[in-house]
């Protein structure tokens, strides 16, 4: 069982940046793998980025490739997003999310509850 809370959401302007954390319980935390998610409203979730269980592979969506980093600390059970050059388009509540295996294919088998992220134009 793994829980998830996610902080750091808020209010940006366009350009601007902001740093979601998740905090996750278990410990199986350092052999899983990963990810965020997000959904604006009248949306269908997406996948927004990956990490692998030890850190070492990554990987994006392409509408946030090169603004985006995911990074991860095992010693401390966290996950980080790194949102910079934000857009209006990134305005959505964003989930952290562990992955049933060490990498980002699998099922993803436990969610936070969401943290709202809001960007001005």
């Known amino acids: 069982q793994v829980q998830l809370v996610e902080s750091g959401g808020g209010l940006a302007q366009a350009g601007g940046s902001l740093r979601l954390s998740c905090a996750a319980s278990?410990?199986?935390?350092?052999?899983?793998?990963m990810g965020w998610f997000r959904q604006a409203p009248g949306k269908e979730r997406e996948f927004v980025a990956g990490?692998?269980?030890?850190?070492?592979?990554?990987f994006y969506a392409d509408s946030v490739k090169g603004r985006f980093t995911i990074s991860r600390d095992n010693a401390k059970n966290t996950v980080n997003l790194q949102m910079n050059s934000l857009k209006a388009e990134d305005t959505a509540v964003y989930y952290c999310?562990?992955?049933?295996?060490?990498?980002?294919?699998?099922?993803?088998?436990?969610w936070g509850q969401g943290t709202q992220v809001t960007v001005s134009s």
């Open positions: 999310a562990a992955n049933s295996g060490r990498y980002y294919q699998g099922k993803w088998a436990y």
């Open positions: 278990g410990s199986s935390f350092s052999n899983i793998g």
């Open positions: 990490i692998s269980w030890s850190g070492s592979f990554t």
